[in-house]
């Protein structure tokens, strides 16, 4: 049972970011940055400053790591850096130290008046779609019961590549994507904004290692590759997905934006929550065999809220229900000498649980818009309207400690003319 | 007809770097580089040294530009800019001119003594499937007659993303590269080294401009966002790709490798080979429809070189073959808001001609290995053996005037152990 710490820093109890948790961050306030912060409670610990303080002197990690526009310098310093700063930045934070609790009001900085941005450049992007639900709801309704969970879906963590220029960050809002659809029936397709406009509750991983062309990354050595997760919501325009995705796989229908969550949350961080691997019914090869308990046990849930609405619940879901862990995708990814560079982002796939009401899509929730979804001022949703945000948000909780990945949203704007 | 020049340089009369052409890419010489260089005949113009002149001082670019290790910050001052540059280093290059050429020994490199670099940092890279033949062809082998052509190829033109991170430089060898397989007529998928490792003929072009999220490129400005062109071999390992592509499409059967020739032939250069649009015997929606002369006639071919043996040319192709031009991949890729940014990659999908001679890939050329190459050595291929190299060339030739590509070429090494 992992010790409940507490910090010189007042942290609600139900707070995402608790001393156990530290996420990093580019955040931009008032003279600062961007550069890169750790949040804690309602505040962001300035790396920069605190490293100007000499307090971090004794790692050895240049400075400079820490006043650029994004993370990818700091993530590439590799593992023993992420790991001995989680746990003098812990120290330092810890309610007994009187090293940095001094310089106070130089270090921190209030969360929500900061700015924050993308926090890593992405270099590539792959969306996985590892979750046997989704996979298997998704199959039902494109191809029907017979063909839903393809022959290779047990035995492949099934990927593609996304878009990566189209990867932003929670609040900034989304356009209605345009696009060519066939209306059923028809045999002219016809064009205009997407009609079936969804989410996908998704989390990513950010890799952490530059790897050669060439080089693949064992299993055994692949969580040590990532640096940490995010929650991620993979925008779908159904419409245009289905017209377009035979033979090559999904296109413009996902490539007109993608969400992430500003903090990233360490696997160090998320340690406490391991649970048992998903029990696979079919054998993997040796190269997807995964070590033991790589998976975590993170609630998500998804809300939607109308403009000046109130917001509703939609889904209630788990990172659990993944059959396919982080570890089994990279190795995955990597085993045809695939290279990988700091700061690509792997989608976890819409991750639906057993039960309809936690469904990780509008597809899903409303099947394909047969059963609508009541919001509290009387309207329904059969997929996401104009004005509407949705909003994800996860957390781990066990034993009194809570690390949570605060939300991603975004609000859809009408299409532009 | 389009007036043949001279350079005081000298260049043969089968060069594909005339001063017609004046192609960009990133070398590396003694003393020199990585920086930007113009191919010409047997040398590379080092424009940094020639901005150093002063002689492009009217030009008002930032020499800076032409002294980084990609061409991106110089591609981003755009069109007007590389008109201007182009019709200036026409002028200097001329044999009339005698501004540059007493500085000759300072602006000049052996061509063939230089090392060639990636010329662009690839953002995100994206792979069409524009050839009509190449389509039905592999339509054919993959899901049958019946289901060859899918409904929406006429429609849309079919594109998905590819890995950026693994496009290499033209010259670098590629390892074979190894995954998951399922034999015919097994229900258990075995790994290791790709059985079925092909190469595809395509050519690519570069972004020229950045988009924001939500613009979309209207098809009568899509070609002058358009930077340039070159040969791409889109690395395909069959197998891999066979058992894995339903439904989200290739994935690490592309991944593992994609090579680039070094140097971009601007559509400036490609200017007199244009020729009247692929008759599209389907209308397409408003958004598709093409201006007028947007193809272009580029000879391809491929060939085949086992290690230290004769090589063979076994595919005589056309970039004439495409059904769908780049403005038109470019004005789908953008209508969904999806942004777009200097150095991004289009690949235009393996080009197939309408002769069996003509087909771009191994996969076609051989039907399926049905029908074996046969090689000067006596030994044959149904797919890529081990230490084959594999060598792509283009050229335009029109009332003496030539302009091509030089190579793409990669030799294929044995599987990692």
Redesign the interface.
């Known amino acids: 049972m992992a010790q409940n710490k507490q910090s010189w820093i007042e942290v609600a109890p139900n707070s995402d970011f608790s001393i156990h948790n530290l996420p990093y961050g580019i955040f931009e306030a008032k003279s600062r940055g961007p550069r890169a912060g750790v949040a804690i409670g309602d505040y962001i610990l300035d790396l920069y400053a605190v490293a100007r303080l000499g307090l971090l002197d004794d790692l050895n990690i240049p400075s400079n790591v820490f006043q650029q526009p994004v993370l990818n310098d700091f993530i590439a310093l590799g593992k023993p850096i992420w790991t001995s700063l989680r746990a003098r930045l812990t120290e330092l934070l810890l309610n007994d130290n009187n090293e940095l609790q001094p310089h106070a009001e130089g270090v921190l900085v209030d969360r929500l008046s900061a700015t924050m941005h993308l926090p890593v450049n992405v270099?590539?992007y792959?969306d996985f779609?590892s979750s046997k639900e989704h996979a298997t709801n998704v199959?039902i309704m494109?191809?029907g019961v017979e063909n839903a969970l393809?022959?290779?879906w047990k035995?492949?963590p099934?990927?593609?590549?996304?878009?990566?220029?189209?990867i932003?960050v929670s609040g900034t809002p989304v356009?209605r994507?345009?696009?060519?659809t066939?209306p059923a029936g028809s045999d002219t397709?016809?064009?205009g904004p997407c009609r079936l406009l969804d989410f996908e509750l998704e989390t990513a991983f950010i890799v952490g290692k530059n790897t050669q062309?060439?080089e693949?990354i064992p299993i055994e050595e692949a969580e040590d590759a990532i640096f940490g997760m995010v929650l991620f919501n993979d925008w779908s325009?159904r419409d245009?997905q289905k017209?377009?995705?035979?033979?090559?796989?999904?296109?413009?229908?996902k490539?007109?934006?993608s969400s992430m969550s500003p903090w990233i949350v360490t696997i160090d961080a998320l340690d406490p929550f391991r649970i048992e691997n998903y029990p696979q019914d079919v054998p993997v090869?040796?190269?997807l065999e995964s070590p033991v308990n790589k998976r975590f046990d993170v609630n998500l849930e998804v809300a939607l809220k109308p403009k000046g609405g109130v917001e509703k619940v939609i889904s209630r879901s788990n990172f659990k229900y993944m059959y396919w862990n982080m570890p089994q995708q990279l190795a995955?990814?990597t085993?045809?000498?695939?290279?990988?560079?700091v700061g690509?982002m792997c989608g976890s796939g819409t991750i639906s649980g057993t039960t309809p009401d936690s469904f990780g899509s509008m597809l899903e929730l409303t099947w394909r818009g047969e059963k609508p979804i009541e919001m509290p001022d009387g309207t329904t949703r059969k997929f996401i309207a104009d004005y509407d945000t949705v909003i994800m948000r996860g957390f781990a909780e066990k034993d009194g400690i809570r690390v949570g990945f605060g939300e991603v949203s975004g609000e859809v704007l009408p299409a532009?003319v």
Chains 1, 2 share one sequence.
């Not at 033979?247 to 229908?253: D, K």
Request: hydrophobic share 35%.
């Open positions: 270099g590539d792959t779609y199959g494109f191809r393809m022959p290779n035995h492949i099934v990927g593609y590549h996304g878009r990566a220029s189209s932003i356009h994507p345009k696009g060519q066939m397709p016809v064009f062309l060439g693949s325009a245009i017209w377009e995705y035979v033979p090559l796989g999904p296109f413009l229908g490539s007109f934006a090869l040796p190269y995955h990814h085993v045809n000498g695939c290279n990988v560079k690509d532009l």
